[in-house]
């Protein structure tokens, strides 16, 4: 595939996929552009098309695209999205699935707190064995991508703590879910820094768009006890999810 055409692919990702950052702190001020952007798949967050040779040059990748089915009209196709994450991603399918493994095992022991809207939650805290720091910012750069597909559901306090959980009280097939974000593509590092920059960009024209929208936005997450009664920030037995021999990607 040409490289222009895997990189219109991965700004299309990156549109997508910052719409779906849990909110922290400041953000909230800027909910209803969120929630704008996911309803939209993250469309005004492209960025300027450019001029008359840039937007022909983008219509060849487009129709590149389309012919190889990862593209539907403005839409990553399932396959689309599965390919460019496995381009980008730079996670091993092992490190996703113990981190999904873990947030199913706390979600059992009762390490949980209702959402509000049916989906119980469980403490970011708990799956990266961690209170603070990058080990954090890792869990969420592993399951933003889970969020966008509707796989799982991340809500945050209005202090900036995430919870994660499974969408839906149906069955959860742990191998499937982690085919879907890396699609058998091999990773490439030159491909995955043209991700962790248009990210951040199309974070920060979502949340400087200043549009008028109906919705009100995300409502921060009240805080009640645990299922279990555990406190949400004991980490007793709960070993960091990443070690010192893993890999440390860049994080958003």
């Known amino acids: 595939m040409n490289s222009s055409t895997q990189a219109m692919l991965i700004r299309r990702l990156a549109a997508l996929?910052?719409?779906?950052?849990?909110?922290r702190g400041h953000?909230?001020?800027?909910?209803?552009?969120?929630?704008?952007?996911?309803?939209?798949?993250?469309?005004?967050?492209?960025?300027?098309?450019?001029?008359?040779?840039?937007?022909?040059?983008?219509?060849r990748?487009?129709?590149?695209?389309?012919a190889s089915g990862f593209l539907r009209g403005d839409t990553l196709t399932r396959e689309g999205k599965a390919a460019v994450r496995g381009w980008v991603m730079p996670?091993?399918?092992?490190?996703?699935?113990?981190?999904?493994?873990?947030?199913?095992?706390?979600?059992?022991?009762?390490d949980y707190m209702p959402s509000g809207d049916g989906c119980n939650l469980v403490p970011e805290?708990?799956?990266?064995?961690?209170?603070?720091?990058?080990?954090?910012?890792?869990?969420?750069?592993?399951?933003?991508?889970?969020?966008?597909?509707?796989v799982l559901?991340?809500?945050?306090?209005?202090?900036?703590?995430?919870?994660?959980?499974?969408a839906g009280d149906g069955p959860v097939d742990i191998p499937s879910i982690v085919a879907s974000v890396f699609g058998g593509e091999k990773f490439d590092a030159r491909l995955a820094d043209i991700y962790d920059t248009e990210f951040p960009l199309c974070r920060r024209r979502i949340?400087?768009?200043?549009?008028?929208?109906?919705?009100?936005?995300e409502i921060p997450l009240v805080v009640e006890s645990l299922a279990s009664g555990r406190e949400h920030h004991d980490l007793t037995d709960i070993e960091p999810l990443f070690t010192d021999s893993d890999s440390t990607p860049k994080t958003h």
């Open 17 to 23: 996929e910052a719409a779906w950052k849990p909110l």
């Open 27 to 59: 953000e909230w001020s800027s909910g209803a552009a969120i929630c704008e952007a996911r309803r939209t798949g993250g469309v005004r967050a492209w960025g300027e098309s450019g001029d008359a040779r840039h937007r022909k040059a983008d219509q």
């Open 61 to 66: 990748s487009r129709d590149e695209a389309m």
């Open 91 to 110: 996670f091993s399918p092992v490190e996703l699935e113990r981190a999904i493994f873990r947030l199913s095992d706390h979600l059992a022991a009762g």
């Open 125 to 150: 805290v708990f799956i990266a064995g961690a209170d603070w720091g990058v080990a954090i910012a890792l869990v969420q750069r592993l399951f933003v991508p889970l969020i966008a597909d509707g």
């Open 153 to 166: 559901i991340g809500r945050t306090t209005f202090s900036g703590r995430a919870f994660y959980g499974f």
């Open 207 to 217: 949340l400087a768009d200043n549009e008028k929208y109906q919705e009100i936005g």
